[in-house]
């Protein structure tokens, strides 16, 4: 009776075999599914990870890093279960995989991954993505190869170059990165992600046996032109070769070992490029999947558009328009509008690299080799962005490198190029180019010109220009890489650099402004602290005010004064203990007085080097001597401080200022961090969180999330920056406390408005959505 149905089911499946249409939705249809699952777990579990490391951009490269590597190692079992298994024992074998993975699900944090070391945490990452995602990761990762090398065994119309299929691959992944933060992200929490994904890796395992039974069915009709069967593996090379025409003309050659170099270059600077820009642009706005997914979401469209027999856009323009691309990124700032170029000039230069890789793929007998090759130089851009650059530079410089790499890809450089170059034309012209950027850099370092000057747009439409108009020449496009990486090198900068170091969780740059009258510590371009160091008239400042956000007419400073009367009233005799979040360059500690107990909490140990050392900030040290200052990201470490009780434990002022780029770390706004900080808080004392951003509107989201915790009075300020004040800051502060009273002070001060429930979805440690924060700034302006 069993083999009457299995008889009747085969059947089945060779009639269904016999359709074109048929077998070409299934593989295209598995393709995208797996490539759904593939994309839609990198944001996801690196969001989970995210509050183990402060929300530092670092996490999201040194990810990406790891998937690259998991992904070079899917396609290689890929290849080599390809060649040494043939037919039914590959479909057996890979589902086995696929089983074992399912029991590693779902996706989630291990629990002996509770904290991160101290400092650099790059190993710790690494193993804890492994042991989190790495195997579905995998299993899922050798998808793509695998079903496009079985395809090109079915003898369909279009088994000869099975490279479009690609294009469905991608496609799929490009839906689940668009898809997450604008569809699951703000929808539904981590939990719930987890449990679909579990769900979609079930439903992709039964596809991929409905695909491979596929095969199977059609070398039994035999239609295919290999059979790809248990016992037949000689016919399955033989009608393979036969089966393949040629893609191109040199589809009936073997790759040469500099083809296959130019493989893996060509796959290695889009890949470092797509880590870098993401740092480039994180740095400055904010670490999140949305700003994640971006760059990811564009160097996967550059493959749909012109991995295919005719570019789904222009190429020529593409060529002729990203030098432009590239020159505003290195002229302008970082910021918005730099942000916007720097995508630009990635997703143009993805375009060119993945163009000239897709003219020099292989006939599809080599198709695993070449997905392999890709993928390894995809995993050596990730590691040399992620893991090497922030070891050799102190900048996201690697951006800029890379950029000048992909315009050396262009045609008529390093690759296609015939005729002879005339050296003096190149260096005419990079004289020309060099002359130009550097007169632009210098008019702004002397206040001649605005940063954001229309002058800027000249001089790039200048040079462009000129450009055009030489573009006959063969050495045009040479003389432009190289005017490009002078450029870059040797353009002058606004301030003078005293001190630059750059760890896991960013760049810090001390720096001094050209009149000498401020020192300013920089996370990218963004300002976390000040000191001065002379007054108006020119003479040096003995005891220099806090300044930026923290000076003493502002709501940070004025609030240590409210906390401090307040509990003194209500506990005559309590010792006044401050917990701040956030060490910055410390000038909140002027704020101190004697008797008073403050600890500081900070992630990261360079910008505690920096605040200690009085040579370059002299708060901590001439205002509280020696700092308490606690290593670690502060939701771990203030978990370990003793709760408030009434024999005295407990902060009378917690101040939340940690800000990774632009913005607090988000997994610092949740009700449960709330919450953690009301533990750690004298029951008369204030909570006080420092929200000003540039990018993200957070009063919504934090009044929703104040409001899920009962029993809690709070108060948001906006402070102007004062018109008397050069060195002060405009901030934004939200007060909360248990006690009303508290805030009855604050409630009085010009900008202060009660903090009320909002339409805004709470955030909590499973759900937070940070699109909906840019759209309501945006708005707002």
Known sequence: MTSIVLNRRWARLRGLARHERGVLTAFAATLLVSAVLLFSVQPMFAKMVLPKLGGTPAVWAVSMCFFQAALLAGYCYAHLLDRRLKGGWAILLHLLVLALA????????????????AGDAYGWLIVLLAAGVGLPFFAVSATAPLLQAWFARTGHAHAGDPYFLYGASNLGSLAALLAYPFLLEPAIGLAAQSGLW???????????????????????????????????????????????????????????????GLWVLLALVPSGLMVAVTTYITTDLASAPLLWVIPLALFLLTFILVFRNRPAISYRWTIELFPAAVL??????????GSIAALLAFFAGAVVCHRELYNRRPPARHLTEFYLLMSLGGVLGGIFSALIAPQIFTSTFEFILLLIAALACRPGILLGRTEPLDLKRVAGVVAVGLAVMLAYKAALVLRLIAPDSFVLFLVIGGICLGL??????????????????????????????????????????????????????LHGTTVHGAQRLMDGQGRPVAEPPPATYFHPEGPMARGVAVARAHLEAANPGRDFRVGIVGLGTGSLACQSRPGDSWRYFEIDPTVARIASNPALFGFLSRCLGSADI???????????????????????????????????????????????????????????????????????????????IPGLSAVAVYDEQPADRYDAASSEVMFIARDPAALAPIRAWAGARPVTATSARAWTDDYSDVLSAILRRLTKE
């Open 102 to 117: 399912y029991l590693a699900l779902p996706v989630g944090l291990p629990a002996d991954f509770a904290e991160p070391p």
């Open 198 to 260: 579990s769900l979609g890796f079930a439903g992709l395992a039964f596809m991929i046996a409905a695909c491979g039974a596929l095969m199977l069915a059609r070398s039994a009709l035999g239609e295919a032109s290999a059979a790809p069967s248990l016992v037949d593996s000689h016919a399955e090379e033989t009608g393979a070769a036969q089966a393949a025409p040629a893609a191109h003309p040199a589809a009936s050659e073997n790759p040469t070992w500099s083809q296959r």
């Open 328 to 337: 505003a990124v290195i002229l302008l700032p970082t910021m918005l509008l």
């Open 468 to 521: 055009y108009r030489i573009r006959a020449w063969p050495e045009h496009r040479l003389a432009l890489v190289l005017t490009m990486l002078i450029a870059a090198t040797v353009a002058p900068r606004d301030n003078a650099t005293v001190f630059v170091e750059r760890s896991f969780f960013g760049t810090h740059r001390v720096t001094e402004t050209q009149d000498g009258a401020m020192r300013l510590l």
């Open 630 to 708: 606690v290593l670690g990201d502060a939701r771990l470490t203030l978990a370990k401080e003793p709760d408030f009780n009434e024999s005295g434990g407990g902060f009378g002022l917690v101040v939340i200022d940690a800000f990774s780029s632009d913005s607090i770390p988000i997994h610092l706004l949740t009700v449960e961090a709330l919450q953690l900080y009301l533990d750690k808080l004298d029951r008369h004392g204030v909570l006080a969180l420092h929200i000003s951003n540039r990018h993200l509107d957070l009063a919504p989201a934090l009044s929703s999330t104040v409001a899920r």
